[in-house]
């Protein structure tokens, strides 16, 4: 008896291989389930091929083909075309909007008035770093005055600085698409 407890995982494994090989055994010997196909009634046979045969011809017709007909071979799509080339510069337009409230003329005029003066200074030749007139040139569209090679570099390394470019870079840079 002592024996019998001190060898119970043993014994469990060895009652667990005994139970799985009478299973197997058991559904061998069941009749109707998993029978060799000698033992079939032979009208049941006949029966499930003439089943079998009317749903493949359906799926056939669904699929457009006739049994025993080969299937058409499938043509190759068209080569996708190139995409146009990218637009290197955007042109404004100068477009006369509809009679509108005195508010809104105003503000087109302004508006109007601010991209002549953008023109004549983009066509203005580009004036040298030290002279007076970059500064206040800079100012009159609205930018800021440009820094010095030190100050940007020293503006770099600030961690917040850094993190400014990165996201400057992020938005005015190239579309991700296009990198």
Do not use: C, Y
Request: proline share 13%; aromatic share 2%; charged share 25%.
């Amino acid at each position: 008896m002592d024996w019998i407890l001190e060898h119970l995982q043993v014994l469990i494994v060895i009652a667990a291989a005994v139970f799985a090989i009478l299973q197997k055994f058991k559904i061998v010997r069941t009749p109707g389930t998993n029978a060799p196909a000698a033992e079939e009634d032979p009208e049941q046979a006949e029966r499930t091929r003439r089943v079998q045969e009317e749903i493949r011809r359906r799926i056939l017709e669904r699929r457009g083909t006739a049994p025993g007909v080969p299937p058409e071979p499938e043509v190759e799509a068209a080569p996708i075309p190139a995409p146009p080339p990218i637009i290197e510069a955007v042109r404004p337009m100068v477009v006369a909007p509809p009679e509108a409230p005195a508010e809104e003329q105003r503000e087109w005029e302004r508006q109007q008035a601010l991209l002549q003066r953008l023109q004549e200074l983009e066509a203005a030749p580009p004036a040298r770093p030290g002279s007076e007139s970059t500064p206040a040139a800079a100012t009159a569209v609205g930018m800021a005055a440009p820094t010095a090679a030190g100050s940007l570099i020293a503006d770099l390394r600030n961690p917040a600085g850094l993190r400014r470019a990165v996201v400057l870079r992020e938005i005015l840079g190239p579309p991700v698409g296009l990198r």
